[in-house]
C-alpha cells in the first residue's frame, strides 16, 4: 500500500502478482480511516461466526455445481402441485420422498454403507435410485405398460426422479396424476415385499391395489362431504406383523 495516496501501489502488486491477481487486489477497498483489521464473517448478518451458517455456506456451495431445473419457476411449483393433490396424505408423502431422493433405496443406503452394493433388488443390473425402481426397471415398466396408455405415450429415459414428474406433470391431465402417484407407492411396496418376504406381486395385482387404494379414497371423500362416517375396508389396512427371528423392524 501507498501510505501517502492510502491507496494500493499499483506498479508494485502488478510487479509482483498475476493480472488476475492484482485485478481481484485493487478491486478491495482500503479503509481511509487507518482503522485497524477485524475478522468478520459473511455467512451472518452480526459477522459472527456460527455452525448453523457454516452449514447453510457448504449446501449453498455444493448446490452450485448442480443444473438448474428446465421450468422458470424451479421446482416450486412440482411441490404444490405435490401438496394440492387430492390424494391420501401419506401417497403425497410418499412420492416427495421418491422427488427428494430420501427413500431408503440400495444405492441411497451404499452410499451411507448400510448395505454390500447399490444394484437394483429386482433387475440386479442397475443402481436402485427412485428414478430406475419406479421407472426405469423393467419391471417398472411392465407395470406402467399394462397400467395406462397415457403413460406409455411419456415413456422417457429421464434417470432423475423429480426431473420425470416435472415432466410428467407437465404431459399429464390432473385427473391422471392422482393414479400415477397410486402406482408408483404400489411398486416401492411390490419391491419391499420381494426384498423382505420374497414375493414378487404381478403388474396386474400391482394396478388392482393401486386402483382399490384409490377407489377407497374416493369413496370416503364422497363420504366425508355427506357427513357421515365410513370404514376403511380391511383388506387395504396394513396390520403390524411380528419380524422373523432375527429380525428387528424400525419405523
Known amino acids: 500500500m501507498d501510505e501517502n495516496t492510502c491507496w494500493w501501489n499499483i506498479p508494485l502488486i502488478e510487479e509482483i502478482f498475476l493480472k488476475v491477481e492484482v485485478k481481484v487486489i ?3 477497498v482500503i479503509c481511509p480511516g487507518g482503522q485497524q483489521d477485524e475478522m468478520i464473517w459473511a455467512g451472518t448478518k452480526h459477522g459472527l461466526f456460527t ?7 457448504a ?5 452450485e455445481g448442480k443444473g438448474s431445473c428446465s421450468s422458470e419457476e424451479g421446482y416450486g411449483d412440482v411441490w404444490r402441485k405435490i401438496w394440492a393433490m387430492k390424494s391420501p396424505r401419506v401417497e ?13 433405496t440400495k444405492g441411497n443406503l451404499y452410499r451411507r454403507r448400510i ?13 436402485e435410485t427412485p428414478g430406475h425402481i419406479l421407472w426405469g426397471c423393467p419391471s417398472a415398466q411392465d407395470v406402467w405398460l399394462e397400467c395406462s ?16 414428474f416435472e415432466l410428467l406433470l407437465g404431459k399429464l391431465e390432473e385427473k391422471e396424476v392422482q393414479p400415477f402417484v397410486a402406482v408408483a407407492r404400489q411398486l416401492w411396496y411390490r419391491r419391499n415385499s420381494v426384498v423382505f418376504e420374497g414375493v414378487m406381486h ?11 387404494q384409490l377407489h377407497a379414497f374416493e369413496k370416503m371423500e364422497q363420504t366425508h362431504e355427506k357427513g357421515t362416517n365410513t370404514t376403511i375396508p380391511d383388506q387395504l389396512v396394513t396390520h403390524w406383523k411380528k419380524p422373523p427371528e432375527g429380525y428387528v423392524k424400525l419405523n
Request: with cysteine; charged share 25%; proline share 6%.
Open 26 to 28: 485493487c478491486s478491495m
Open 51 to 57: 455452525v448453523s451458517s457454516a452449514y447453510h455456506l
Open 59 to 63: 449446501k449453498s456451495l455444493a448446490e
Open 92 to 104: 403425497q408423502l410418499f412420492i416427495w420422498k421418491a422427488c427428494q431422493n430420501v427413500l431408503p
Open 115 to 127: 448395505t454390500g452394493d447399490p444394484l437394483c433388488p429386482l433387475c440386479e443390473r442397475e443402481e
Open 149 to 164: 396408455r397415457s403413460f406409455e405415450k411419456n415413456n422417457s429415459d429421464e434417470a432423475d426422479f423429480l426431473h420425470l
Open 202 to 212: 404381478s403388474p396386474a395385482a400391482v394396478i388392482q391395489r393401486a386402483r382399490d
